[in-house]
Protein backbone atom coordinates (compact mmCIF):
# COMPACT_ATOMS: atom_id res chain seq x y z
CA UNK A 1 0.00 0.00 0.00
CA UNK A 2 1.46 3.18 -1.36
CA UNK A 3 1.91 6.22 1.58
CA UNK A 4 -0.76 8.78 1.83
CA UNK A 5 0.00 12.11 0.32
CA UNK A 6 -1.85 13.97 3.66
CA UNK A 7 -1.50 12.72 6.92
CA UNK A 8 -3.84 13.28 10.60
CA UNK A 9 -1.20 13.86 13.15
CA UNK A 10 -3.62 14.42 15.56
CA UNK A 11 -7.35 13.85 16.37
CA UNK A 12 -9.58 12.05 13.52
CA UNK A 13 -10.39 13.54 10.18
CA UNK A 14 -13.36 12.23 8.65
CA UNK A 15 -12.65 11.98 5.05
CA UNK A 16 -14.63 15.25 3.91
CA UNK A 17 -12.61 17.25 6.35
CA UNK A 18 -9.31 15.51 4.60
CA UNK A 19 -10.76 16.25 1.12
CA UNK A 20 -11.96 20.44 2.07
CA UNK A 21 -7.98 20.70 2.90
CA UNK A 22 -6.83 19.40 0.02
CA UNK A 23 -9.05 21.19 -2.26
CA UNK A 24 -7.52 23.99 -0.17
CA UNK A 25 -3.82 23.93 -0.21
CA UNK A 26 -4.22 22.75 -4.20
CA UNK A 27 -6.49 25.74 -5.39
CA UNK A 28 -3.61 27.87 -3.00
CA UNK A 29 -0.91 26.04 -4.66
CA UNK A 30 -2.58 26.73 -7.98
CA UNK A 31 -3.03 30.60 -7.61
CA UNK A 32 -1.22 33.28 -9.52
CA UNK A 33 1.13 35.14 -7.46
CA UNK A 34 0.39 38.74 -6.86
CA UNK A 35 2.50 41.27 -8.18
CA UNK A 36 5.57 41.90 -6.63
CA UNK A 37 5.45 44.30 -3.61
CA UNK A 38 7.83 47.62 -4.14
CA UNK A 39 11.12 47.65 -2.30
CA UNK A 40 11.05 49.82 0.48
CA UNK A 41 12.75 52.99 0.59
CA UNK A 42 15.60 53.17 2.39
CA UNK A 43 15.80 55.22 5.45
CA UNK A 44 18.30 57.31 6.53
CA UNK A 45 21.22 55.90 8.38
CA UNK A 46 21.82 57.68 11.22
CA UNK A 47 18.33 56.31 12.75
CA UNK A 48 19.06 52.44 12.18
CA UNK A 49 18.42 50.76 15.27
CA UNK A 50 21.57 48.54 15.15
CA UNK A 51 23.58 51.97 14.59
CA UNK A 52 22.47 53.12 18.14
CA UNK A 53 23.57 52.57 21.42
CA UNK A 54 21.72 50.77 23.28
CA UNK A 55 21.08 52.93 26.42
CA UNK A 56 20.18 56.75 26.22
CA UNK A 57 20.37 58.69 29.59
CA UNK A 58 16.95 60.00 30.82
CA UNK A 59 18.50 63.86 30.36
CA UNK A 60 19.37 63.05 27.20
CA UNK A 61 18.14 65.40 23.94
CA UNK A 62 17.44 62.09 21.47
CA UNK A 63 14.70 61.27 23.85
Given at each position: ?????????????????????????????A???????A?????????????????????????
Open positions: MSMPDIRVEKGNAEPEEVAAITALLVARAAQPSAPAAPQPRAGWRRLERQHGFRAPHSWQG
